[in-house]
């Protein structure tokens, strides 16, 4: 049973920073792509980075390149989104998701944590 439980969301200024956390058990962690989405009150969920099993290739949504990061620590079975000059509109739940398929070339996100609310003041 693949779980994934997201932490370090909170409430932040604009231009503030946080460090969202995703850990994984239930399977061989180093062996699938993981990403993160968001969903805002009112929009469909979106993808906001993506990173392969190794963590060598990493993919980004045009509206947070440049301002986060995502990682991942295969040792740690965690995965990371540094989120640096915060903006209200990056306000949203923020959802880990992990591979169906190991060494997949295009993730297949079926499985999902609970989320976490990131919630960024103007």
């Known amino acids: 049973q693949v779980q994934l439980v997201e932490s370090g969301g909170g409430l932040v200024q604009a231009g503030g920073s946080l460090r969202l956390s995703c850990a994984a058990s239930?399977?061989?962690?180093?062996?699938?792509?993981m990403g993160w989405f968001r969903q805002a009150p009112g929009k469909e969920r979106e993808f906001v980075a993506g990173?392969?099993?190794?963590?060598?290739?990493?993919d980004y949504a045009d509206a947070v390149k440049d301002r986060f990061t995502i990682s991942r620590d295969n040792a740690k079975n965690t995965m990371y989104l540094q989120m640096n000059s915060l903006k209200p509109e990056d306000t949203a739940v923020y959802y880990c998701?992990?591979?169906?398929?190991?060494?997949?070339?295009?993730?297949?996100?079926?499985?999902w944590g609970q989320g976490t609310q990131v919630t960024v003041s103007s």
């Open positions: 990173i392969n099993w190794s963590g060598r290739n990493r």
């Open positions: 998701a992990a591979d169906s398929v190991p060494y997949g070339l295009t993730p297949k996100y079926d499985y």
């Open positions: 239930g399977r061989r962690f180093s062996m699938y792509a």
